[in-house]
C-alpha cells in the first residue's frame, strides 16, 4: 500500500495512512502533538481493525508531564531542579475506584548527569558506580533490602582502551563470572562463563544445584569477516544447565561468496540465498543442489484463479514447495520474503510461518502467526496488544503490555486485559521491573512485590545460556539489549533489522553503508566530507562488513536500531522522559527528528518515550541528546545552553544540517584532530555550538584559520598553534578558537553562520 499524509495550515501532517493502518494527530498551542490516535489492521480480513489514543502533556519546556494511556491510565512524570526525571507514576480510575501505580520511587544523580541510584515501585534499590577518571560504569548492586534479597551485584573490569575484561556478579541465589579476550584489532576472540544457582540463599559451604558453563572461540579474517565460531558446554566441572533449551555446543566455520565479500553462504552445515539487495532469501541444513528450481514468491486467490507477487522483489522460494511439503525434504529450511524497503514481510519453516507488516517509519507494526493464528500489534514503543489463539475468547478482552521507559530503556512492564471490568489489581499483580546490564540486557526482572521473576545469562552475541523463572508465569519477550526475542524465529527485533544470534550476524546489510563511502571530490564539501569519513570510512575494514554485529565486539558496543553502534560502558546517562514534543513534532513531519525544532522546545535529556518510529529516527540523526544547561554523554560536558546538541560523527551532524552549500565549508573551533575526539569525544567535538559555517577556498576564512593553526607562534614553544591547542582543556581550545575565528573574520569583513 503506497503511504498518504495529509497537513494542515502550519504543515503539520494531521494524519497518515501507510499499510499497517491510518494514524491521526492533534496539536497543542506551541504546534506540539497532544493526541495521536492509530488504528492498526488486523491481518486476517474477518478480524477488523483495532484502535488506540495516546494523550500528551508537557511543561513549557517539552518536558512531558503526563501521557494517558488506551485503557485509561495517566502516567506522569516529575523532574528534580535540574531538569532529570526523578520519578514516575501512574493513576487509573475504573468502575471499581481509583487505583494508583509506582513504577520509580526517585533517581538520583551524581555531578556528572550519571544515574547513582534508583529507587523502582516495587521497593528495589540499585546503586550505580564508575571511574572516578573515565566514567565508565564500575558495578551495578540491586537489591531488596526489606527482605535482604541481593539481585545483581557486578563488577565490571576494562582495559585501557574501554574493552571489558570480564565481570563478577555475586548475588543472593547465583554467582556468574564471564571472562573476555580480544585481538590486536579489539574483536573479541574469547569468552569462558560460569554461573553457579543456588536453591535459596547461598549461605557459606552451601553447594549450588546448577553449575553452567561455556566457552566460545571466534576467528576473523583480515577484513573483519567471522571465519569460525566454537561453542562448547563441555567444560569440567559443569552440573546441570538452568536453560535446559540452551542449544551452546556447536563448531561452525564460515564460508563467503567470492563475488561478494561478506555474503556468508554457510556456516557449519547451514546454507545460505539472496536477494540481489543482500537480504537473506533462504536458509537450511544442507547444500542447494543444482536442481532447486527458484522463482519468485506469489499469492494465489483459488476463488478468482489470480496469482499476485508478494512484493516480487528479488525473492526466492523451492518450486517443488508448489506441490509438496518443503520439511519432508529437509531437516532444516527457512524463506524469508523482503519489501521494496528491505524489510522483512515473511518467513516460513516446518513450524511456523509468520507475516511482519510495518508503519510508515519502517517500524514494526504487526506479527501474525499463521499457526495458532497468534497477533501482535505495535502501536508505539509504550503500548503493545497479544492477541494469542487461546485468549481471543476471554471475557476480559484482549492482552496489553504497557512500557514505561526511563532514558532509552524500558523499566517496568504492566500486564492487562483491554476489558477488564475495572480489575485495578490485574495491573497491579502483574508488573515486571527489568534491571539490566551495562548493554541494557534484561539481566534480571523482579514482579510487583519486589521479589525475583526472571534472572537471564546471555553469550556475547545474545544466546541464552542461564534463564531462570518461575513455572507457568506470563514470559516477557524483552532479553539481549533489551530487543524482542521472537521466539517463532530465535531471532531479535532491533527495528532496522533482525539479528541471529547464534551466527552472530545480521539478516541483511547495513543500511548506512553510504555513510562510509567517499564523495566524487567535485567540490570543497565533499573533499571535507571524505576527509572526516565516520570511524575512518571505508579504509577501516570493519565499516565494511555489513553483516556484523557491534563492530564484532558486542561486549563494549550496542546497536540501538540495528543501524549504529554505540559505546556501551560509558555508564548509565541522567535523561529526562523523551516524548519530546519538538522530537515527536519533527518526526511526524518529516520521518526524521530534526534537532534544530528541537531545541526550540527545549529537550531535556535523552530521547525516550518517543514512538518506535521517532526513536529510531533519533539513533539514524546520531543525536544522543540535548539541554537547558548543561548534560553529559557518557563522560563528557555539553556547553551550557538552550538547544545545545551534539552527534556521534560528522556525518551524522551533516545528516540534520545538510551540506555547507558552494563556497562554503564547516568549521570546528575545537579542531576534530584525532587526540581531541579521544579527550573529548564525538560528542562535544561534533555539537552543534562547536561547529559554523564560514567562507571556504583561497584567501577565505577558512584558509587564514588553517594556515594560522600550522604556524608557529611565540606563545607555542616552538609547536604549531594547532599542536599546542591539542595540550589544552575543551574550554580552552573553544576560547580560542572562537576568539580567533571572531578576530579573523573582523579583518576579512566577512560573517560567520553560526548553528545554534
Known amino acids: ?172 541465589t547465583y554467582e556468574t563470572t564471564q571472562a573476555y579476550k580480544y585481538d590486536n584489532l579489539y574483536q573479541l576472540i574469547s569468552v569462558e562463563g560460569e554461573s553457579k544457582q543456588y536453591k535459596g540463599k547461598k549461605y557459606f559451604g552451601m553447594s549450588p544445584v546448577n553449575i553452567a558453563k561455556y566457552k566460545q572461540e571466534f576467528n576473523f579474517d583480515i577484513i573483519g569477516n567471522m571465519m569460525n565460531k566454537m561453542s562448547t558446554t563441555n567444560l569440567s566441572g559443569s552440573r546441570g544447565n538452568a536453560y535446559k533449551k540452551a542449544d551452546l555446543d556447536y563448531n561452525l566455520d564460515y564460508e563467503y561468496d567470492s563475488k561478494y565479500a561478506h555474503r556468508l553462504i554457510r556456516a557449519g552445515n547451514r546454507y545460505y540465498r539472496y536477494d540481489g539487495n543482500g537480504n537473506i532469501t533462504a536458509e537450511k541444513d544442507g547444500p542447494f543442489s543444482e536442481e532447486e528450481e527458484f522463482i519468485f514468491t506469489y499469492n494465489y486467490d483459488k476463488e478468482s484463479g489470480v496469482y499476485s507477487t508478494d512484493y516480487g522483489f528479488g525473492l526466492d522460494a523451492p518450486k517443488e514447495t508448489e506441490q509438496t511439503n518443503p520439511q519432508d525434504l529437509f531437516a532444516y529450511r527457512r524463506n524469508y520474503t523482503w519489501n521494496e524497503r528491505n524489510l522483512l514481510t515473511k518467513s516460513t519453516d516446518k513450524n511456523y510461518t509468520v ?43 484482549l492482552r496489553v503490555h504497557k512500557h514505561i521507559f526511563v532514558g532509552n530503556s524500558r523499566l517496568v512492564t504492566a500486564m492487562t486485559h483491554t476489558d477488564n471490568h475495572g480489575d485495578n489489581d490485574e495491573q497491579k499483580e502483574k508488573r ?105 570510512g571505508v579504509y577501516n575494514a570493519i565499516n565494511l562488513h555489513v553483516f556484523n554485529y557491534g563492530n564484532n565486539n558486542p561486549i563494549k558496543y550496542n546497536d540501538p536500531t540495528g543501524e549504529v553502534p554505540f559505546m556501551a560502558v560509558t555508564g548509565i546517562i541522567g535523561a529526562g522522559i523523551g516524548a519530546l514534543y519538538g522530537a515527536y513534532k519533527s518526526y511526524t513531519e518529516t520521518g526524521t527528528v530534526d534537532w534544530k525544532e528541537v531545541g526550540k522546545h527545549a529537550l531535556i535529556g535523552g530521547v525516550i518515550g518517543l514512538g518506535a518510529g521517532a526513536a529510531s529516527a533519533a539513533y539514524l540523526t546520531g543525536s544522543a541528546t540535548a539541554s537547558v544547561k548543561m548534560v553529559y554523554v557518557g563522560t563528557k560536558l555539553f556547553i551550557s545552553s538552550l538547544g545545545t546538541t551534539g552527534y556521534t560523527s560528522f556525518e551524522a551532524f551533516k545528516r540534520v544540517h545538510g551540506r555547507a552549500g558552494d563556497g562554503k565549508a564547516w568549521h570546528h573551533i575545537v579542531e576534530q584532530t584525532a587526540r581531541n575526539v579521544k579527550n573529548f569525544g564525538e560528542h562535544m567535538i561534533h555539537n552543534a555550538k562547536n561547529i559554523v559555517k564560514i567562507g571556504h577556498g583561497s584567501a577565505s576564512l577558512h584558509s587564514k584559520l588553517s594556515g594560522f593553526y600550522s604556524s608557529i607562534q611565540s606563545f607555542t614553544g616552538g609547536k604549531t598553534v594547532r599542536e599546542w591547542l591539542s595540550t589544552q582543556s575543551y574550554k580552552d581550545q573553544y576560547q580560542f578558537g572562537l576568539q580567533k575565528l571572531t578576530e579573523f573574520a573582523k579583518e576579512l569583513n566577512v560573517k560567520i553562520e553560526f548553528v545554534e
Open 432 to 536: 515486571y521491573y527489568y534491571h539490566s546490564d551495562h548493554l541494557g540486557s534484561a539481566q534480571f526482572v523482579t514482579d510487583w512485590r519486589g521479589k525475583q521473576y526472571e534472572h537471564i545469562e546471555y553469550t556475547p552475541y545474545g544466546e541464552l545460556w542461564v534463564e531462570e523463572t518461575a513455572p507457568g508465569i506470563d514470559k516477557l519477550p524483552f532479553r539481549f539489549t533489551g530487543k524482542e526475542l521472537d521466539e517463532e524465529t530465535s531471532l531479535y527485533y532491533y527495528g532496522a533489522r533482525y539479528l541471529d544470534p547464534k551466527y552472530s550476524r545480521w539478516l541483511s546489510g547495513d543500511p548506512a553503508l553510504g555513510e562510509y563511502i567517499p564523495q566524487a571530490p567535485v567540490n570543497d564539501e565533499a573533499k571535507k566530507h571524505n576527509e572526516n569519513l565516520p570511524n575512518g
Open 355 to 397: 507475516h511482519y507488516r510495518y508503519g510508515e517509519d519502517g517500524q514494526r507494526a504487526l506479527k501474525y502467526t499463521e499457526e495458532g493464528r497468534s497477533e501482535t500489534l505495535y502501536f508505539n514503543n509504550f503500548f503493545t496488544i497479544h492477541i494469542p489463539i487461546y485468549d481471543k475468547d476471554n471475557p476480559q478482552g
Open 1 to 172: 500500500m503506497s503511504n498518504a499524509k495529509f497537513v494542515n495550515d502550519t504543515g503539520q501532517i494531521v494524519y497518515k495512512k501507510d499499510e499497517s493502518g491510518e494514524t491521526y494527530y492533534t496539536y497543542g498551542e506551541l504546534n506540539e502533538v497532544i493526541k495521536e490516535s492509530r488504528t492498526i489492521n488486523r491481518y486476517e480480513a474477518g478480524s477488523g481493525k483495532q484502535s488506540a489514543s495516546f494523550e500528551y502533556e508537557a511543561d513549557y519546556l517539552g518536558r512531558m508531564q503526563k501521557m494517558k494511556y488506551p485503557d485509561g491510565e495517566t502516567v506522569s512524570y516529575t523532574y528534580d531542579a535540574g531538569g532529570q526525571l526523578k520519578g514516575v507514576s501512574g493513576e487509573k480510575t475504573s468502575s471499581k475506584g481509583k487505583a494508583e501505580y509506582s513504577y520509580v520511587d526517585k533517581i538520583l544523580y551524581d555531578e556528572h548527569a550519571q544515574r547513582v541510584y534508583i529507587r523502582y515501585g516495587n521497593g528495589v534499590e540499585t546503586r550505580y558506580k564508575y571511574d572516578e577518571k573515565r566514567r565508565w560504569l564500575e558495578s551495578i548492586e540491586t537489591e531488596n533490602k526489606q527482605n535482604q534479597d541481593v539481585f545483581q551485584k557486578i563488577k565490571y573490569s576494562f582495559d585501557p582502551v574501554g574493552n571489558v575484561l570480564g565481570y563478577t556478579n555475586e548475588a543472593s
